[in-house]
């Protein structure tokens, strides 16, 4: 089961949320479902208030990237080099990523601050 650890002054300074998830899904949609304040535009990345900075827990993940959110953390000058290339990179973060487009695994752990 992924777990995802929520952190943020937004939501009460040093207080988080934990969440779990057994299919997967974006970051965005289990934020709405566990009612997390992250914020959020549009829903497609566009806008990218929802660039939050991810940091996995445990064993190394394997970390995949649409194009769109490619171009659109590099536009942001958050996309680090060992990302740019293509497919799955092994990750040991922090990184940003867009909540909407970041893809939480059934096996992924990290925090998400906010």
């Known amino acids: 089961m992924g777990e995802v650890q929520f952190i943020s002054p937004r939501i009460g300074g040093d207080w988080s949320i934990s969440c779990h998830n057994h299919h997967p899904i974006s970051l965005l949609k289990m934020a709405r479902l566990w009612n997390v304040p992250l914020p959020v535009s549009c829903g497609k990345g566009a806008c990218r208030a929802c660039t939050v900075k991810v940091v996995p827990q445990g064993k190394q993940q394997q970390l995949s990237l649409t194009t769109?959110?490619?171009e659109t953390l590099h536009a942001l000058g958050k996309l680090p080099a060992v990302l740019a290339g293509e497919g799955?990179?092994?990750?040991v973060g922090p990184?940003?990523?867009?909540a909407c487009q970041c893809i939480v695994g059934t096996?992924?752990?990290?925090?998400v601050a906010f």
């Open 68 to 70: 769109f959110e490619k």
């Open 88 to 91: 799955k990179k092994p990750w």
């Open 95 to 98: 990184y940003w990523r867009l």
């Open 107 to 111: 096996g992924d752990q990290f925090f």
